[in-house]
């Protein structure tokens, strides 16, 4: 199979519910989180490399030179391999938006486009594979297309799908862009709607009713992505196309300066997939069940992943589900007669919390914050 798909990764954010781990000047992405002896970023470059034409890390200038040393190949001149810096973070659908429009500049409106989060783990790189193939065969007949997962519980720290009919076979025209479509390929369904994170209650019955979570991957072709951004944020879609049309010239940093600061700050779901798959030009190709995807969204989900013991040194007498780690601090734990915690130390911070409370990680970041403590962050 010679890749054809332009491969988009967003690498941004501060993964603050992982501090003291995660920190705003090395996030999550930049960490081995798993003990593979490969960053998460690291990780994703990996698994996507088999289908990818081109690779384009969008990430902030804070992170340039963590991201360069981590890949080199991304800081020399390769055109396949390139490192886009924001100015500033205006969220995911301006970072997206660029790079595609730099792909539609570059290779035309029919070129495949696929967005993908730099934080994620897999366990099975050849079942995301699969998925990654059934989404592209869907974009490639027009619909904005996205990777859902199966999920393993109700939880309620994801968005869902609701996926609707299967759509009918391969070998009709494509969908064109802002149109309602019911054409694809047979392994995909179409979107009847994306939903937020739900109650307990909530989640329990989108299990039931088959919802799949919502993991921010999108495939589609780069003029149907403009396209649906031209009729639905016009202000925003020029913007993008005036910088794009800049990026292989002299003017390229002048036009970078200039334009996005005025551009619109809105993540890819609220601008395009919602509104889109409203009008049926969405599309989902579910993964396997056994692709073990996490986001390692939290301390009980990295605990998961990393099993009793984790990575920290740590001695237990009857503290059973706990986990322990070590971000540099050298201290060996020692848990007595407490069950379901996680344990983080490192030079400056230690955090116990719960793993039921893993999710309000975060609130300890919020105020640390308002207490002038922001180089702990």
Known sequence: MTPDLHVIIP?????????????????????DLTGSGRTLLQATIDRLSPRAASMTIVTGAAHRDAV??????????????????????????????????IVRERHGADALVGSFAADHVIARPDLFLEAV??????????YVTTIGITPTEASTAYGYIHAGEALEAEGTPPVPAGESGTRGEPR???????????????ARRYVADGYLWNAGMFVMRAGVLMGHLERLHPALAAGLTRI????????????????WPTLTAIAI????????AAHGGV???????????????DFDALAELAGPGAEGAAVRVG???????????????????????????????????????????KKVVDRLVQAGSAGLV
Do not use: N, Y
Request: charged share 25%.
């Open 68 to 101: 360069a040393a981590q890949l080199p190949e991304f800081a020399g001149a390769r055109s396949d391999r390139e490192l886009v810096i924001e100015p500033s973070g205006r969220d995911s659908m301006p970072a997206i938006g660029l790079a595609t429009a």
């Open 11 to 31: 690498a941004g954010g501060a993964g603050t519910r992982l501090w003291p781990l995660s920190r705003r000047a090395r996030p999550k992405f930049l960490l």
């Open 133 to 142: 193939d059934a989404a592209c065969a869907a974009a490639r007949r027009g």
């Open 269 to 276: 779901d609220h601008a395009i997939a919602e509104p889109v």
């Open 319 to 361: 503290a059973p589900g706990t986990a322990v780690f070590d971000g540099g601090s050298g201290q060996t734990v020692a848990l007595v007669g407490v069950e379901d915690l996680v344990v983080v130390t490192t030079p400056d911070a230690v955090l116990v919390t719960r793993r039921s409370a893993a999710q309000d990680v």
């Open 283 to 297: 599309a989902v190709a579910p993964a396997d069940l056994d692709l073990g995807w996490t986001d390692l969204g």
């Open 244 to 259: 794009a049309r800049s990026w292989d010239t002299p003017s390229r940093d002048r036009e970078l300066a200039r334009t």
């Open 188 to 202: 995909a369904r179409a979107v009847s709607e994306f939903v937020e994170k739900p109650d307990a209650a909530t």
